[in-house]
């Protein structure tokens, strides 16, 4: 008997290790992450290490835990997310992610069909982003001890030769670059969950930001930083930087674009949009020679079309990010302190 | 001001990305699970390929969620268990494991001082299984939206050249070898979740398997397959391995090691110690004439002086596990059905 996706429902026998849960990982996860690694059915994926991983002689591993709520939101879902949220780090460092692997936390009761449409949009996000999802894990726990579906995803890359991109490597007189507007993964989420009414629909950026970063190492393979501003949003990411660094940051609020759909919902939630998580940007620190190639690079790419040189490294014992504001005047752009939007990602 | 790890408790702001999470990153992650990759700072971490997979050209990826209850059992609790996981399903390719990456999904309220302990205990896990902890994540969800603490880790590690393990190498004519004794694990978490009272105490048999196998591979590299019985037990795991080699098994009762508080507890629960979980045993399968000789080395190493031959592979259609039982009779031994143990690991 097939598995019942239509009108099925997660039940404790799917995270048991027998029969229930070959099905399930067979007539949902496999079907639809197919690939031959995957398809091994082993405990662990064997691949090759690729050739480009024995010129530099360096890889990355990154993982991320997801736990979104809602599921599904405007311009993504946790399928996706988890995806993007992992190759994103891989590719922070300059890496080509190859491999994905893919652990689900189910809760009893969720629908099948909710799950597959999750898993499709994995395979799909994957697909985009050129990398296969090789090893899986499934859990189930409880009605109540869990939250629909967590999925944490772990990433394996290889450093191009010659690239050596680390959040301490900033300098005085360094640029300071993003990749596009602030604040619409946040908002998109808060608007879904609060079930606000905006005049159009603020949607994710989430994306896989590994073909932006491919073309940015391409043209300047000296980048020194490079960072995805995800929760705590700008602000925190900065100031993660400067500390790691220790140099201290000046930027220019006029020059960092925000959506003006975002702008009204953070006036209308009292939210600044430099603290609201984004999927789909990063954050780029280069010598300021290298600054205008690097931008050009950018917005030559659709996900780096709304690029911008937004402030310069400086010496700065205390390591803070002072920001000139949209008024002329200058303030510190602290840390987040507290939680404003929980579970974004 | 410092981390109140003592009395503390999870809070939301704990998986913000702000000051909170960057304080229990540091003082309380970075801190215990200390290595230098980890410390690095940056989104992913960057190691340098060893050379000994150079030699053979392959990797190994592997991935489970850890969602056990109880968190703390006699013999581990869920932090040792993440990493044994993950360490093992590395293992049983033949490979040894090099880094493994953890993600965290805390509820609210989970006291600091226990979180604390998990991660000694998987820091001290780490450390015994000669792996480390690269690369982290921490996320945060609600009260009643998790259980205290769920752990994914996934590991990475190299296949040394000449070995090539994998389920579907099982031929007729086979032995079939196992590590130790069946059942402890689930029978230990089970004593502990229904505050059973038996004479001793039975404890988990949670070990990484990595150093058993190393030795193994080294004496037998020709090894045909290797998998370590966790959830569904022996008799799930053999029929997983009989399926996919396409052979059927024949074992004998008589010669699967049981502890006889182990039996004593089934007997007592209904249970089938067949089907019970473990965490440290592991199912070998090479050519008869290999069997002796890794025997013997199994029985020279701490993790395998209970072991044992059981049985042997042979040709069958319908790829059945078949079993003498110690009465003489002859029954099939079939995948497990539902699920009698939930959250298990």
């Known amino acids: 008997m097939k ?19 070959a099905k399930l990982i067979n007539e949902l ?16 994926a064997c691949f090759q290490i690729p050739e480009q991983a024995t010129g530099s002689g360096r890889m990355v591993m990154a993982t991320d835990a997801h736990v979104i709520s809602p599921l599904f939101f405007p311009g993504g879902d946790i399928g996706s997310l988890a995806v993007h949220g992992t190759v994103n780090d891989i ?8 491999y994905l692997s893919a652990s689900f936390i189910l809760e009893e009761g969720f629908p099948l069909a909710d799950l597959e449409c999750i898993v499709i949009s994995m395979a799909e996000a994957a697909e985009t982003a050129s990398v296969s999802i090789i090893a899986g894990d499934t859990k189930v726990v409880e009605q109540g001890k869990g939250d629909g579906v967590f999925i944490s995803t772990t990433g394996i890359g290889v450093v191009p030769q010659g690239v050596n991109i680390s959040g301490d490597k900033a300098q005085a007189g360094d640029a300071i670059l993003i990749s596009g507007s602030m604040g619409d ?15 159009t629909t603020i949607e994710s950026d989430s994306a896989a930001l590994n073909s932006l970063v491919a073309d940015m190492v391409n043209a300047v393979p000296q980048i ?21 660094s220790k140099v201290g940051m000046q930027i220019k609020e006029s020059n960092i674009p925000v959506n003006p759909q975002v702008t009204a919902a953070c006036e209308l939630l009292g939210l600044d949009p430099l603290y609201i998580a ?5 954050i780029a620190i280069c010598a300021k020679a290298d600054a205008e190639n690097l931008l050009s690079v950018m917005r030559d790419h659709p996900l780096g079309k709304d690029a911008a040189i937004i402030g310069e490294v400086i010496t700065d014992k205390h390591n803070l990010v002072q920001m000139e504001t949209c008024f002329g005047g200058q303030r510190v752009v602290d840390w987040l302190v507290g939680e404003p939007l929980p579970r974004i990602c």
Chains 1, 2 share one sequence.
Not at 29 to 44: A, E, V, Y
Not at 91 to 98: F, Q, R, T, V
Not at 185 to 199: M, V, Y
């Open 3 to 21: 598995l019942d996706i239509k009108n099925g429902k997660v039940d404790m026998s799917h995270g048991s290790g027998g029969r229930a849960m």
């Open 29 to 44: 996860f496999i079907k639809h992450l197919n690939n031959t690694l995957l398809r091994q059915g082993n405990d662990s």
């Open 91 to 98: 590719a922070m460092s300059g890496a080509k992610p190859l």
């Open 185 to 199: 993964h946040g908002i998109a989420i808060l608007s879904k969950r609060e079930n606000l009414d905006f005049e």
């Open 224 to 244: 020194h930083c490079l960072r995805d501003p995800t929760r705590g949003g700008l602000a925190t990411t900065l100031n993660e930087l400067a500390t790691q």
């Open 278 to 282: 984004n999927e789909g940007k990063l």
